[in-house]
């Protein structure tokens, strides 16, 4: 320093009423209110004591490709819009200016690579920028498709080919046994053969009995074209092809339930990666306004669309809902939930109202499982729902709560909800709930199976049938794939 005496005296006096006006400021600053939330721009920035509070924004474009996963880290994400346009945000280039000058020239050169770069979804490889080699090309290709669920997809309707060994003569002998006349038979015979072989795209059996399935008739038809649908799982490329023969067309009048069953059909072979059939969904359910067809369309939407809270696709679903027909109605309460799924929504209580407000069963049922469906994973964020729910006058609702307790601690194993379902299955006045409270012990129980045929024994010996059903329901469900000694 070089300043005499003097000048430092009048610096100090300067230093001094700095922080006199920094204290002020900082008192002031004080009295502001504090926000209730703010965004953050990395996510490998997260504390592990902050993971719980940490959420999406709401409408969120891009989402985890593994749902439920913590928001902490480095996340690999999906686009759940892949036909829109992409914006990019530029980086800072490690070696300063002149580099970076360099970056912008060799950006606004022309690249051949990007073209070829594309998915089939038709999004870039990468950003704009120096052209990568067609090796490197390729192998962002193949990861792209293994981290999007193509290649694993193929993977294994391939392996699920080969290795069918579903017996036809099973089937055969059922068709023999039952009258083609009683439809329950004949739905439940073809509902065998979809799960006998899902995914597999082994269509033979109704292939060789066209004359006996064409005996089925309104919800049976319906039924019946969904389960191509099952059968044909996973055939994301070739799906509406294959459905194309009982899809609606223009200039072509056929069966409502057919055309119905065909739109469910196509989102539960897109099931979770629909983005290309999205549209056509989209199209199908603004386009008709019969209930039926409505109903395949919501529940093929939902589908296709799981998972991504699409907003246009939510008002879609509304306009459908707020028609207050019972057909249509109950498919769009449970596609919200499908579309929703996971995200613990506060679209939660939009759902809700409504089922106060309408008088039919059949949506509010179907609000009821959406609910559930939305609250599904979300564990201790549920029980504000799970307590609004169970004080209803309602059956159906306290019915929803069973299966929002069930589905939002599923695998988990916790012993609050096991507590809870348990309390409700031996206290509530309705055999509805105590049935859905039972049954739902084996959601909650799923990580750890063995324990479900202990608790659910006393249950298993009841009087009430509906107990006994939910208590061998629960044991099915927590040894689903698993446990066979249960």
Not at 117 to 136: F, I
Not at 445 to 464: D, H, R, T, W, Y
């Amino acid at each position: 320093a070089t300043g005499d005496s003097s000048s430092g005296a009048k610096d100090g006096a300067g230093a001094a009423a700095g922080d006199d006006k920094a204290e002020g400021a900082a008192a002031a600053a004080g009295k502001e209110k504090e926000p209730s939330s703010f965004t953050v721009t990395a996510p490998c920035r997260v504390v592990p004591h902050q993971v719980k509070h940490m959420a999406l924004p709401p409408g969120s474009r891009w989402v985890p490709v593994k749902r439920g996963a913590p928001l902490s880290g480095i996340l690999v994400l999906r686009d759940t819009t892949p036909d829109e346009p992409v914006e990019y945000s530029s980086s800072s280039t490690a070696g300063g200016a002149e580099a970076a000058d360099a970056m912008d020239t060799d950006a606004a050169a022309p690249a051949a690579a990007p073209a070829a770069a594309a998915d089939a979804n038709g999004s870039p490889a990468a950003a704009a920028g120096p052209e990568m080699a067609p090796e490197l090309v390729e192998k962002l290709s193949k990861l792209r498709d293994i981290l999007s669920g193509k290649t694993p997809i193929g993977l294994n309707l391939e392996f699920l080919y080969h290795n069918n060994k579903a017996d036809v003569q099973i089937l055969k002998n059922i068709k023999g046994a039952v009258d083609a006349r009683v439809s329950v038979a004949h739905s439940a015979t073809i509902l065998a053969n979809a799960l006998m072989h899902a995914g597999t795209s082994i269509d033979t059996f109704l292939r060789d009995n066209l004359e006996w399935l064409s005996r089925a008739t309104n919800w049976a038809k319906f039924s019946a074209t969904a389960g191509l649908g099952v059968i044909h799982r996973g055939q994301l490329q070739q799906g509406k092809a294959l459905m194309a023969p009982y899809l609606p067309r223009e200039g072509h009048s056929g069966s409502p339930y057919s055309e119905g069953g065909a739109l469910y059909a196509l989102g539960l072979i897109t099931a979770n990666h629909g983005g290309a059939t999205q549209p056509f969904l989209t199209e199908g359910l603004r386009a008709s306004s019969n209930p039926i067809i409505q109903h395949g369309a919501c529940l093929g939407l939902g589908l296709a669309a799981l998972g991504t809270n699409g907003e246009e696709v939510f008002e879609d679903l509304k306009n459908v809902l707020y028609t207050d027909d019972a057909v249509a109605g109950e498919a769009a309460g449970i596609a919200m939930g499908l579309l929703c799924c996971g995200g613990g929504s506060d679209k939660a209580q939009e759902m809700l109202a409504y089922a106060h407000d309408t008088q039919h069963e059949k949506i509010i049922r179907g609000l009821a499982m959406g609910l559930a469906l939305i609250s599904y994973g979300i564990e201790e964020a549920a029980d504000t729902l799970v307590e609004q729910m169970a004080r209803e006058q309602d059956p159906i609702l306290r019915y929803g709560a069973m299966y929002v307790i069930g589905l939002a601690y599923r695998g988990t194993g916790n012993n609050g909800a096991v507590q809870r379902l348990l309390h409700y299955a031996v206290s509530d006045v309705s055999d509805d709930v105590r049935r859905a409270a039972v049954l739902c012990l084996g959601f909650v129980l799923m990580g750890a199976p063995e324990q479900c045929p202990k608790i659910v024994a006393l249950l298993a010996e009841s009087f009430n049938p509906h107990m006994r059903y939910g208590a061998a329901m629960a044991v099915g469900l927590a040894c689903a794939g698993g446990l066979l000694g249960c």
